[in-house]
């Protein structure tokens, strides 16, 4: 499979060189029958006249169909050298869709050599590229050999945000798949990720206001993954990093290497392998029950604590009862002590009644009991004040219950003090 600038550039010349040979053939049978002194027959006249033209030009598409072919198949050989036959259906299926596969030589142009590095991380860096129509984007150079989950990763992205468009989500441009490169090409988010706007010590340049757009954009965005798309798709790690902004810092959900679709009439989801970032990931992802797509919304809740307060959930370095924000904002709550901790937050007066119901939404959506989460768009709505926010329940009671029975369990196998240690919520 030649990518699209490759197949566009190849017609270009081989329509180029048919215009050439048509225009000198038709010249050519234009002028021979004045150098011919037998008069020519009308139908001779009209084989020389509209015939012979026909016939060269179809002849020149015939050649230039074949040698595309030939091309084709060739690009297409190189490629299978080194491609699952998973990998190779996966790509043949792509066919169909809208991503255009490009070159390593198109990405090695349009970064400048990867020159312009805007992040890294274990899956691989992100680039700043312009390509030469001036399109500016983000390319994504996957890490390390092109083994079983490195396969997997690429076609979960590709396969997910490859297809879908909203307003919330990166749009995916295209891909790179050769035996030395294997890319990501996204759309720029020129403003970076969420968590640089929340964690840094000037973490005030953002107002609460776009704050609080940006939440409820990051919700819409997970509604349309989990109640409107076709399929359901899981993202599976939705935290601040993997939340863009662009110049006007409107929000689009990015980095869909661990998501899955499955089909709606399906209750829950086999998980293969851990998935999400500690912290964010939903208690069933790491405990042996069913999961379903309410775990982005454990994750979107996380984060929402996170937007509060502008740091992080967990802090060690505060006293222990405030480390897990969550937990802190539970205990606020069920002493009716809002007030004191959105003054805490440094929160205006004028935005306090969205922090409120931001609080209590937050809680409902950590809740340890998936099938008490509200669904996504319910979650919109409350954030938007369309829907009213009820009182939410104790979300940590069942880690308070397995803390107790942990604690326990130590004080009965062991008579030295010293040795007992309890985790915390975010442990476990």
Not at 247 to 273: E, P, Q, W
């Amino acid at each position: 499979m030649a990518s699209s600038s490759t197949v566009a550039s190849l017609w270009r010349a081989n329509h180029i060189r048919m215009i050439i040979i048509f225009t000198v053939s038709f010249i050519a049978w234009l002028v021979i029958p004045f150098f011919v002194q037998v008069p020519l027959q009308p139908v001779f006249q009209i084989i020389i006249f509209a015939v012979g033209p026909a016939v060269v030009v179809i002849g020149i598409s015939v050649f230039a169909i074949l040698k595309y072919r030939k091309r084709f198949i060739e690009d297409k050989r190189h490629r299978t050298e080194f491609l699952t036959l998973t990998m190779e259906k996966f790509l043949n299926d792509l066919e169909r869709e809208s991503p255009t596969m490009f070159t390593s030589d198109n990405l090695v142009r349009a970064t400048n050599n990867y020159s312009d590095m805007l992040g890294s991380g274990g899956f691989g860096s992100v680039y700043k590229g312009t390509f030469s129509d001036g399109t500016v984007v983000a390319v994504k150079v996957l890490n390390g050999t092109f083994d079983e989950r490195m396969e997997q990763q690429f076609m979960a992205e590709v396969a997910t945000i490859g297809k879908v468009r909203h307003l919330n989500l990166v749009r995916l441009i295209g891909f790179c798949i050769e035996k030395n490169t294997t890319a990501l090409v996204y759309e720029y988010m020129s403003n970076g990720s969420l968590d640089k706007y929340l964690f840094r010590e000037n973490n005030k340049s953002l107002v609460f206001e776009k704050l609080h757009e940006i939440a409820v954009g990051t919700a819409q965005g997970i509604a349309y993954l989990h109640e409107e798309y076709r399929e359901r798709i899981i993202h599976y790690d939705i935290k601040p990093e993997n939340i863009l902004l662009d110049d006007s810092l409107h929000c689009k959900i990015a980095d869909f290497g661990l998501a899955m679709l499955y089909n709606r009439d399906k209750s829950y989801v086999t998980m293969t392998r851990q998935r999400g970032t500690p912290g964010y990931a939903a208690p069933e992802l790491w405990m042996p029950f069913p999961v379903t797509h309410k775990c982005d919304i454990y994750s979107f809740g996380i984060m929402l604590f996170e937007i509060i307060r502008r740091r992080r959930h967990y802090d060690a370095n505060l006293p222990s009862i405030q480390q897990w924000f969550p937990r802190w904002v539970w205990i606020k709550f069920e002493n009716k002590n809002l007030e004191e901790l959105i003054t805490e937050c440094g929160i205006e007066d004028n935005d306090k009644e969205k922090v409120k119901r931001m609080i209590k939404v937050a809680l409902w959506c950590v809740q340890y009991r998936p099938d008490l989460r509200p669904k996504m768009s319910d979650v919109v709505k409350m954030l938007e004040g369309s829907m009213d926010v009820r009182e939410p329940s104790n979300p940590f009671q069942q880690l308070l219950e397995e803390n107790h029975g942990i604690e326990a369990s130590q004080m009965d196998s062991s008579s030295d003090d010293d040795d007992l240690v309890v985790p915390s919520p975010h442990e476990l």
